[in-house]
C-alpha cells in the first residue's frame, strides 16, 4: 500500500494510548472515516469501546514495554499511531521504560509488521524552553533537550532517536505532530504544561467544575500560550494517517496566543497581571534549584514563551484548526 495522498486503499490503523486526551480526538475520526476499515487499539486498562460506539476497534489489554505484543498487535496494519505515554505519575525509570523505549520499540514493531507510515505525538516541549527560541517558531527551528523538564527532555530526545531510526527504516514514514496543551472535554495529562501559578488551577479543569462562582483575585504572570482542541489534535492526526501531506515534523495549534492572564479571566479569577520579563527570570531561577521535586519541573516551561508557527501543517497537510485557543478553553470549561 503507498503512502502518499492518493493511496485510496482502505486502511487498517493501529493506535497505542487509544483511552486518553489523543486517543479520544482521533478514534471517532477512524470511526467515521470511510477510507480506514480496521483498528487495533492497545492500552493498559479494560476498556471497552462498544460504549464509545467505535465498532471498527479490536481493543486490546498491552503495555508498550513488551514489544512482541506490539508487533502481534500490528500485524496487518498499514499505520501505527504512536499515542500510548506516561505524562506525569511514574518514577523516572518507569516514564522512561514507557516512553523512550517503548516508543522505540512501536516504531521498530511497526517496521516489523510492515507498517507503512508511523505518526507520533510529540509536543511543543520538544523546543526545550530556551532563552534563544523565537516566537513563533517554525520547524526549521531545532528540538534541544530542556534544561530540566524530564518530560521534555524525553520529547526532544524521542524526536532525535526516531529521525534515526527512521533513517534505518526508509519504508516507513515518520510523522511527527508538535502540539501544545491539548483541552476538550476528556482532557487528561499534561496540563501542568499551563504556565505558572495556572497549573493548579487546570486541575480544575481535570474535573470539569468550571469557572470558580465567585471572581477570586490572584496575581498571574504575562505568560503566552497557545491551546489546541482534541478534536483538531484528531484531525491532525487523522491527516498524517491518510498521508494528506509529505513525512515529517508539523507544529499544530488552535489560531490566536493568549495570554496567562486571559486564561485566569476565563477560569473566573480576577487577574492581577505580573510583568512577562520578570516572571521567566523567576521561572529560569526556580527551575534551576538543586532538588527541585518533579513536579515542580513544570516551571520551566513558563521561563521562555513556547509559541509555535502552524503554516507548515496547514499547507502541507491541508489541515484546518476548528477550534481557536480560547474556544478551546471555553468548550472544555463548558462541560
Ligand atoms: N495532553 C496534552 O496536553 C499533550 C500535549 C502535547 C503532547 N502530548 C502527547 O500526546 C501523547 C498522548 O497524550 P495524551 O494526552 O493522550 O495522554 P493520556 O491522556 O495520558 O493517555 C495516555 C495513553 O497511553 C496509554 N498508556 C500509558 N502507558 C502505557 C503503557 N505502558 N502501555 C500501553 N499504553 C499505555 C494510556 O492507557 P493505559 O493507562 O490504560 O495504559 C492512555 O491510553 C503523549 O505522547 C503526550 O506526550 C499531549
Given at each position: 500500500m503507498g503512502s502518499n495522498a492518493t493511496d485510496?486503499?482502505?486502511?487498517?490503523?493501529?493506535?497505542?494510548?487509544?483511552?486518553?486526551?489523543?486517543?479520544f480526538g482521533l478514534m471517532p475520526l477512524l470511526q467515521a472515516d470511510d477510507r480506514v476499515s480496521r483498528v487495533v487499539g492497545v492500552a493498559r486498562r479494560p476498556f471497552d469501546p462498544a460504549e464509545h460506539g467505535w465498532t471498527k476497534l479490536d481493543y486490546?489489554?498491552?503495555?508498550?514495554r513488551d514489544q512482541d505484543a506490539l508487533v502481534d498487535a500490528f500485524q496487518g496494519a498499514d499505520v501505527v499511531v504512536h499515542l500510548a505515554f506516561l505524562i506525569i505519575g511514574g518514577s523516572r525509570e518507569t516514564t522512561r521504560a514507557i516512553n523512550v523505549?517503548?516508543?522505540?520499540?512501536?516504531?521498530?514493531?511497526?517496521?516489523?509488521?510492515?507498517?507503512?507510515?508511523?505518526?507520533?505525538?510529540?509536543?511543543?516541549?520538544?523546543?526545550?524552553?530556551?532563552?534563544?527560541?523565537?516566537?513563533?517558531?517554525?520547524?526549521?527551528?531545532?528540538?534541544?533537550?530542556?534544561?530540566?523538564?524530564?518530560?521534555?527532555q524525553e520529547k526532544a530526545?524521542?524526536?532525535?532517536?526516531?529521525?534515526?531510526?527512521?533513517?534505518?527504516?526508509?519504508?516507513?514514514a515518520l510523522y511527527l505532530l508538535r502540539p501544545p496543551i491539548v483541552l476538550g472535554p476528556?482532557?487528561?495529562?499534561?496540563?501542568?504544561?499551563?504556565?505558572?501559578?495556572?497549573?493548579?488551577?487546570a486541575r480544575r479543569l481535570q474535573g470539569r467544575i468550571g469557572r470558580l462562582p465567585v471572581p477570586v483575585p490572584a496575581f498571574i504572570p504575562d505568560?503566552?500560550?497557545q491551546f489546541?482542541?482534541?478534536?483538531?489534535?484528531?484531525?491532525?492526526?487523522?491527516?498524517?494517517?491518510?498521508?494528506?501531506?509529505?513525512?515529517?515534523?508539523?507544529?499544530?495549534?488552535?489560531?490566536?496566543?493568549l495570554s496567562?492572564?486571559?486564561?485566569?479571566?476565563?477560569?473566573?479569577?480576577?487577574?492581577?497581571?505580573?510583568?512577562?520579563?520578570?516572571?521567566?527570570?523567576?521561572?529560569?531561577?526556580?527551575?534551576?534549584?538543586?532538588?527541585?521535586?518533579?513536579?515542580?519541573?513544570?516551571?520551566?516551561?513558563?521561563?521562555?514563551?513556547?509559541?509555535?508557527?502552524?503554516?507548515?501543517?496547514k499547507s502541507r497537510l491541508g489541515w484546518t484548526p476548528r477550534f481557536t485557543g480560547l474556544e478551546a478553553l471555553r468548550d472544555t470549561l463548558r462541560r
Amino acid at each position: 500500500m503507498g503512502s502518499n495522498a492518493t493511496d485510496t486503499a482502505r486502511l487498517t490503523v493501529a493506535v497505542t494510548g487509544p483511552t486518553g486526551t489523543f486517543g479520544f480526538g482521533l478514534m471517532p475520526l477512524l470511526q467515521a472515516d470511510d477510507r480506514v476499515s480496521r483498528v487495533v487499539g492497545v492500552a493498559r486498562r479494560p476498556f471497552d469501546p462498544a460504549e464509545h460506539g467505535w465498532t471498527k476497534l479490536d481493543y486490546r489489554r498491552g503495555d508498550v514495554r513488551d514489544q512482541d505484543a506490539l508487533v502481534d498487535a500490528f500485524q496487518g496494519a498499514d499505520v501505527v499511531v504512536h499515542l500510548a505515554f506516561l505524562i506525569i505519575g511514574g518514577s523516572r525509570e518507569t516514564t522512561r521504560a514507557i516512553n523512550v523505549d517503548g516508543t522505540l520499540n512501536a516504531f521498530r514493531a511497526a517496521a516489523a509488521a510492515g507498517a507503512r507510515r508511523f505518526v507520533y505525538a510529540s509536543s511543543v516541549a520538544a523546543y526545550g524552553f530556551h532563552r534563544d527560541n523565537p516566537v513563533g517558531m517554525t520547524e526549521d527551528w531545532p528540538v534541544r533537550p530542556a534544561d530540566r523538564l524530564f518530560y521534555a527532555q524525553e520529547k526532544a530526545e524521542l524526536e532525535h532517536l526516531l529521525q534515526a531510526e527512521s533513517a534505518a527504516h526508509p519504508d516507513l514514514a515518520l510523522y511527527l505532530l508538535r502540539p501544545p496543551i491539548v483541552l476538550g472535554p476528556h482532557v487528561v495529562g499534561a496540563k501542568e504544561l499551563l504556565p505558572g501559578p495556572l497549573a493548579p488551577l487546570a486541575r480544575r479543569l481535570q474535573g470539569r467544575i468550571g469557572r470558580l462562582p465567585v471572581p477570586v483575585p490572584a496575581f498571574i504572570p504575562d505568560v503566552p500560550v497557545q491551546f489546541i482542541h482534541e478534536d483538531d489534535v484528531g484531525t491532525a492526526l487523522l491527516q498524517c494517517v491518510v498521508a494528506a501531506g509529505p513525512p515529517g515534523a508539523y507544529n499544530i495549534a488552535g489560531d490566536g496566543v493568549l495570554s496567562a492572564v486571559d486564561v485566569a479571566r476565563e477560569l473566573g479569577i480576577v487577574p492581577l497581571p505580573l510583568p512577562a520579563g520578570p516572571t521567566h527570570a523567576a521561572a529560569r531561577a526556580l527551575s534551576r534549584l538543586p532538588l527541585l521535586p518533579s513536579a515542580a519541573e513544570w516551571v520551566e516551561a513558563a521561563s521562555h514563551p513556547a509559541v509555535m508557527d502552524t503554516t507548515r501543517a496547514k499547507s502541507r497537510l491541508g489541515w484546518t484548526p476548528r477550534f481557536t485557543g480560547l474556544e478551546a478553553l471555553r468548550d472544555t470549561l463548558r462541560r
